[in-house]
């Protein structure tokens, strides 16, 4: 039954997108190497708590932590950002988004869960009951059920149409992390600090109880075949254990202060988040082997999710951005400095100067758009702009994606 439930959890993962135009290629173990920075988004002024992604795959959404405390929504294509959201009094901790509609349903630092009409950029509802953070939301498959779980120790069912609590389940486990509901709506995971926990939905009868503590980390679940694993990191090392029979699998690897875990969608490369350097690290699912470390996240990498296309790595960091992978054919395009130039916000000489490039000093450009005068604006890695008649193009410039 547990093994059942975990295949049918990954069918419904987190978030959900398609691709992006920038690259139609699944992301697998024979390409990880080819990865490269096709977008930069500058989200938020604090951290990027989560993303997820819309049903339809056009946009993607952010949540920012204590000093932001909003929701924003992204065009995928072009990082435009199409909505804002600003309720909680307190940073943005979770994200949920309506498998069927237009909504997304937000977690917050303030212990309320707010569900919002993205067209609308309106709260249509606030759910309130727990005493301190809530830190997961997820939807039922008919996403007539809202579960919460909160630092409180509680897992909170809520009616999403009439706003009025279902029920309300405590373990006595800790903090509990993380809910997720298995694909025909009738079970319920609870990764707690100390344990993990299955009960019905239908009453809440207490179906197993799994002795694997967390200790308030991020978690990740896969299902390759016949080899449905748990894969989490408990702030020291990333482990695994077989769904199964809850064996570990093999040793630990050795990478702390993970903050967040995701798989691809043929299962077969599992990716997370450094939240002391910035790394993002991407490991053989099977094995555990490292296949290869992505560039540092400036502040730290929060949250991580691949699309379930398979072709789009976003990351969220603790500088506000997001930065966006996919798998590339090798061809880059660098810009070199005629003087030292200046490096803006946004792509406009009435942005302000957040550096410098330096005489003769190059940049990978990673974007470029086109102002209101006709001059061409070059996006480099760190997601600041220069104008092109500042610098010299090299490579396959003609390549990058315009916004």
């Known amino acids: 039954m547990l093994r059942l439930f975990l295949v049918s959890f990954l069918m419904w993962g987190i978030g959900t997108t398609q691709a992006q135009p920038a690259s139609e290629i699944v992301i697998t173990q024979d390409n990880v190497q080819q990865l490269q920075l096709v977008r930069i988004i500058r989200a938020h002024e604090d951290a990027v708590r989560d993303i997820v992604f819309s049903p339809d795959g056009r946009y993607i959404v952010t949540a920012s932590d204590y000093l932001d405390n909003t929701v924003r929504v992204w065009r995928i294509d072009s990082g435009e950002r199409i ?10 901790l979770a994200l949920a988004y309506h498998p069927r509609r237009n909504l997304i349903a937000s977690a917050g630092g303030d212990g309320m869960i707010r569900l919002w009409d993205v067209t609308l950029s309106q709260v249509l509802r606030t759910f309130s009951g727990h005493d301190g953070s809530v830190l997961d939301v997820a939807f039922n498959p008919e996403a007539t059920i809202l579960a919460s779980a909160g630092e409180d120790g509680s897992v909170q069912l809520w009616d999403v149409a009439r706003g009025n609590r279902l029920q309300l389940i405590d373990d006595n486990l800790g903090a509990a992390r993380r809910v997720m509901f298995s694909a025909d709506g009738a079970q319920l995971m609870i990764l707690y600090c100390h344990a993990t926990v ?8 207490l179906v197993d109880k799994l002795d694997i503590e967390l200790f308030g980390t991020q978690t990740a679940i896969a299902e390759n075949g016949a080899a449905t694993r748990i894969v989490v990191s408990d702030g020291e090392s990333v482990r695994w254990w077989d ?3 809850f064996d570990e699998t093999h040793p630990p690897i050795p990478v702390t202060n993970i903050n967040d875990l ?3 969608l043929e299962d077969d490369v599992l990716a997370g988040s450094k939240l002391d350097d910035g790394a993002i690290h991407l490991w053989d699912a099977e094995t555990g082997e490292q296949l290869v470390t992505l560039p540092e996240h400036r502040l730290g990498a929060y949250s991580i ?6 072709t789009l790595l976003a990351v969220g960091g603790g500088d506000g951005t997001v930065l966006v992978w996919a798998v590339g054919d090798g061809a880059v395009c660098h810009v070199i400095a005629r003087a030292t130039a200046n490096l803006r916000a946004e792509p406009g000489t009435q942005f302000r100067v957040e550096d410098v490039l330096r005489h003769n000093v190059g940049a990978r450009a990673i974007l470029r758009t086109i102002d209101d005068e006709g001059f061409t604006w070059w996006q480099v890695e760190n997601g600041l702009w220069i ?12 390549d990058l994606p315009i916004q």
């Open 305 to 310: 999710a691949f699309n379930p296309a398979g």
């Open 387 to 398: 104008r092109d008649d500042a610098v010299v193009d090299e490579g396959n410039c003609d």
């Open 198 to 205: 299955i009960r019905s939905v239908e009453g809440g009868k």
């Open 83 to 92: 909505a804002e959201m600003n309720a909680h009094v307190s940073g943005v």
């Open 262 to 264: 995701a798989f691809t």
């Open 243 to 245: 769904a199964r029979t």
